[in-house]
């Protein structure tokens, strides 16, 4: 059944949506219990995902969240206060709902018994309070502009009613009826006021009638006919409202109202379709799109190398509009791609909250940035990184708060995750205020695994030594926990950054704290690169890295502890000569590079790119610079993913492949 199988995916994707907006708004809630939009998202969200449930035969959740809902409202309608308990208890609700929905998506059988929860949230539930439905009748309740906007529409020839919606006693998605209503009636006219307001409506705070003021130029009865043609309605009262042209003269109290003019008054349906500004894509359709879109930049590179062959400039032309459509469409697809970060942070401040109750510390989590924009593949690939740091922070940085004083540190630790935007990068942080690193315990520890021999420790400045709590298997706990001590964690992040193309960055200071950074291309998709030429090889570097293109001499280059540097800028800096690097010139090794360095000064003048890596720099040598342009990066095969240097390669405009250079690996 194709249409049971794209309903739930919808269902699904919807379900996804509400169960975050659960989650964030439970955890508003726990720490302000006054916090009424946090009451009203929470309520909404169970019902609506109560209404799906229902609708789709996903009876244990629709059940589960109803009862959820139960308690809500008592919150909401003030017949009982918000506790501790309750809270947990809603957490607890909330996860369970999460693993229904998950073995809905997974196609398995849901076999938890839930009936605990369920005694839980009824034992839970006061008397139900009733709602009592907001008294309609003929006389109608406006305010002194929606008066004036009757007198000026009466005056246009339009006629003012009021009208009494009666649905049906079975009907199920009231508020689903009470849009349709709307929506009908706006082709015939305009919704004025809504009794109760659209937000009711939209919960279904109402029992089973709901009336408007509604101007037109149709008819009594073909408002009625119009309205009772949607199902599940029982009737429609219809009432002439009496326009006193009087009202016109009446004062306007400053305020927003005096600046509206004649603007027509925004209806339910207004509100609700002022909310829609956006529709729900597969993600897979736009992996396909974008493939699409990289194969064009391809033929585009291959259509624009055979048109330099010939003078015609017809085709030149044609090739030139081609090039701008081809870019303004990539252009828009990647755009289309970019999700905030906040779609994966916001699953993170819960996981602080259990990981800190667990371990018995008090943490404060913050977030910053959470609107910076990623690529939704590289969003997808971090969210198991920032877990790894997020554990190392709460675990290794935060102390018990009995321990706190005795290192002269508040009991409430701090646990910060930021996100920040540079040039073509993000930058997302874990931060901690707690402990810092130990670099001898990290140098001792290194040493005894066998990961660092004693003499190179003796010459690695802090933050290479940093980097080795990355090395696979190292680890100072003492003890395994079900947090950390197994020696995994640090180890997955680095490779996982650098396999995006990004770079790790630790630093810490004893006694003040950790800041582990991951240095993110936005996308990896399509870039701009230079490419250059070393021998008779192509490739390509990122323009994003390239701080400088400079001409050096050889008489410009200096040996520092066997290393060729330059003096760029009132510093000095690495030089790396790319054919010696990868061994391709005229057969000389980089262990060889030294000793047959008078081959390099017979040239004289050498073309140098000055790269940054974060806050690092270095230069690197080529033989030749070729030109700019768009390159579509393919990932290597499984068998390649482990070559240090290359972050992929791409197919030029004659058809050849040039490797992408990974700047990161260089560093």
């Known amino acids: 059944m194709p249409d049971q199988a794209k309903y739930k995916k919808i269902y699904l994707q919807e379900s996804e949506e509400l169960l975050q907006l659960l989650n964030k708004s439970l955890l508003i809630l726990e720490k302000d219990d006054t916090d009424k939009d946090a009451l009203n998202s929470i309520f909404r969200a169970a019902h609506t995902l109560k209404s799906m449930s229902a609708s789709m035969g996903y009876t244990p959740v629709s059940e589960l969240s109803h009862k959820m809902e139960d308690l809500l409202s008592d919150m909401r309608d003030g017949s009982r206060p918000i506790t501790e308990s309750e809270i947990s208890i809603l957490f607890n609700s909330f996860d369970a709902l999460e693993r229904m929905v998950r073995s809905i998506h997974d196609e398995k059988e849901f076999n938890e018994d839930i009936s605990g929860l369920i005694s839980a949230l009824d034992s839970c539930l006061s008397k139900k309070v009733s709602f009592e439905e907001e008294k309609i009748n003929e006389d109608v309740s406006l305010n002194v502009f929606e008066k004036k906007t009757l007198v000026r529409v009466t005056k246009d020839g339009y006629s003012s009613y009021h009208l009494k919606i009666i649905l049906e006693k079975d009907c199920v998605l009231k508020g689903v009826r009470a849009f349709m209503v709307f929506r009908s009636l706006h082709d015939i006219g305009e919704v004025i006021k809504s009794f109760p307001d659209s937000e009711s409506i939209e919960a279904e705070k109402f029992d089973f009638s709901f009336g408007c003021v509604f101007v037109t130029k149709s008819l009594k009865k073909e408002i009625k006919k119009k309205v009772m043609e949607i199902l599940e309605i029982e009737d429609v009262v219809i009432s002439d409202i009496q326009v006193d042209e009087s009202w016109e003269r009446d004062p306007v109290e400053s305020g927003p109202e005096a600046f509206l003019g004649s603007s027509p008054i925004s209806s339910p349906v207004d509100d609700h379709m002022r909310r ?25 590179l291959r259509l624009s190398d055979v048109a330099a062959r010939y003078d015609d400039s017809d085709l030149h032309n044609i090739i030139e509009s081609f090039g701008r459509l081809t870019d303004d469409l990539q252009s828009e697809v990647m755009k289309s791609r970019l999700v905030p970060v906040g779609q994966i942070f916001d699953r993170f401040p819960r996981l602080v909250r259990d990981l800190s109750q667990r371990q018995g510390k008090v943490v404060r989590f913050e977030m910053i940035g959470s609107d910076i924009e990623l690529d939704r ?230 073309n140098a790119l000055v790269l940054e890596d974060g806050d690092r720099h270095f230069a690197l040598t080529v033989d030749k610079l070729m030109k700019q342009q768009d390159i579509v990066i393919k990932q290597f095969t499984r068998e390649l993913k482990g070559v240090r240097g290359f972050a992929g390669a791409t197919i030029l405009g004659d058809g050849s492949v040039a490797l992408v250079l990974d700047i990161s690996s260089f560093i």
């Open 377 to 606: 593949t590289v969003l997808d690939e971090i969210g198991d990184p920032i877990i790894h740091l997020i554990r190392n922070a709460v675990d290794h940085g935060i102390a018990l708060p009995e321990d706190s004083g005795d290192r002269g540190k508040a009991k409430e630790g701090r646990v910060m995750l930021s996100a920040i935007r540079e040039k073509n990068h993000v930058i997302i942080s874990v931060s901690d205020d707690g402990d810092g690193m130990d670099e001898q315990s990290i140098k001792r520890k290194a040493i005894e695994k066998g990961l660092i021999g004693e003499e190179q420790s003796a010459h690695m400045s802090s933050e290479e030594l940093f980097l080795v709590t990355a090395m696979p298997g190292f680890s100072t706990s003492e003890s395994v926990t079900d947090v950390s001590g197994r020696g995994v964690g640090l180890d997955v992040v680095k490779e996982k950054t650098e396999r995006l193309g990004g770079s790790l960055k630790i630093e810490s200071i004893k006694g003040s704290g950790t800041k582990i950074s991951m240095r993110l291309p936005i996308t990896t998709a399509v870039v701009r690169a230079l490419l250059v030429g070393v021998e008779s090889r192509v490739f390509a570097v990122p323009v994003s890295a390239i701080n400088e293109i400079v001409v050096i001499n050889d008489g410009d280059v200096n040996m520092f502890e066997n290393v060729e540097t330059i003096f760029h800028h009132d510093r000095v800096i690495p030089l790396i000569r790319l054919g010696r690097h990868f061994s391709i010139c005229a057969g000389t090794a980089p262990e060889d590079a030294i000793e047959d360095d008078a081959k390099f000064k017979k040239r004289g003048r050498i």
């Open 276 to 300: 829609i500004r956006s529709v729900r894509v597969d993600i897979e359709r736009l992996d396909r799109l974008m493939n699409l879109v990289e194969e064009l930049a391809i033929n585009k």
